[in-house]
């Protein structure tokens, strides 16, 4: 499963993400608060609360505002009442994109969704049109600059449970089952190697090349997609480039 687009996607992405630190902070309270109702309070027990908060910490989310997504969850505290939705359609090139989505109004939101497909030369499809063309993995990436013995990083990912290894460029690309994915990130940090990138993700089985223009046109649609209050996380079997993602 891993490959060569995986990292070089999450690097384009994340340049293209300059969202504010209060919005980044929002959809993680969000996130936390499903992660809590749909388990329990206890990250040592609920292991996707444990993921999500440790997302949140990886982007310096205050400690307190961590605590208070977990009581809104659980309901401590007085919260909104949010749902998982995941939107499904085609973009540019006819490539496929998910939208996963934490909304308080679902008329509200689809709304939003066909509005922003429609209006970027993409188009808002039925549940399931696309979803079969990803696979639900763990992603963990290290960085093959301050690791350079590959034999020995890539021993410790398999032994940890790790179900696929690859040099990729300058990282080292690293999947798991979903299940196993907090077990293999701690086993290797515990052995000493500290991870790039390490989520739970939806990656595309195949990737499809597109030419810049249409690649533009692309990202601007999963920029806005990316932009929306209600969106989680964007994906696309697109293959982006530094150049797409330009301007």
């Given at each position: 499963m891993a490959g060569h687009s995986h990292s070089a996607n999450i690097a384009v992405r994340k340049g293209k993400q300059d969202a504010s630190r209060a919005r980044v902070f929002s959809k993680l309270a969000r996130y936390i608060m499903i992660a809590a109702k749909n388990g329990d309070g206890n990250p040592d027990t609920n292991l996707r609360l444990r993921y999500a908060i440790d997302k949140a910490r990886h982007v310096s989310m205050p400690?307190?505002?961590?605590?208070?997504a977990v009581k809104k969850g659980t309901g401590e505290l007085e919260g909104e009442s949010y749902e998982e939705i995941t939107y499904e359609?085609?973009?540019?090139?006819?490539?496929?994109?998910?939208?996963?989505?934490?909304?308080?109004?679902?008329?509200?939101?689809?709304?939003e969704m066909r509005s922003t497909f429609e209006k970027l030369g993409g188009n808002l499809g039925a549940i399931g049109c696309v979803s079969y063309m990803f696979d639900r993995k763990g992603l963990i990436?290290?960085?093959?600059?301050a690791y350079k013995n590959e034999d020995v990083v890539m021993e410790a990912a398999l032994n940890a449970g790790a179900e696929d290894f690859e040099r990729d460029g300058d990282s080292y690309a690293i999947t798991t089952d979903p299940v196993a994915f907090t077990a293999v990130v701690e086993a290797l940090k515990a052995a000493g190697f500290e991870p790039t990138e390490a989520e739970v993700k939806q990656l595309p089985k195949?990737?499809?090349?597109?030419?810049?223009?249409?690649?533009?046109?692309?990202?601007?649609l999963l920029d806005v997609l990316d932009d929306n209050d209600d969106s989680q996380n964007v994906y696309t079997n697109a293959t982006i480039t530094a150049e797409m993602a330009e301007g």
């Open positions: 400690k307190e505002k961590i605590e208070r359609g085609y973009g540019p090139g006819g490539v496929a994109i998910l939208v996963e989505t934490l909304t308080d109004n679902r008329n509200r939101t689809g709304g990436l290290l960085s093959a600059k195949d990737y499809v090349d597109l030419d810049l223009e249409v690649g533009k046109k692309l990202m601007r």
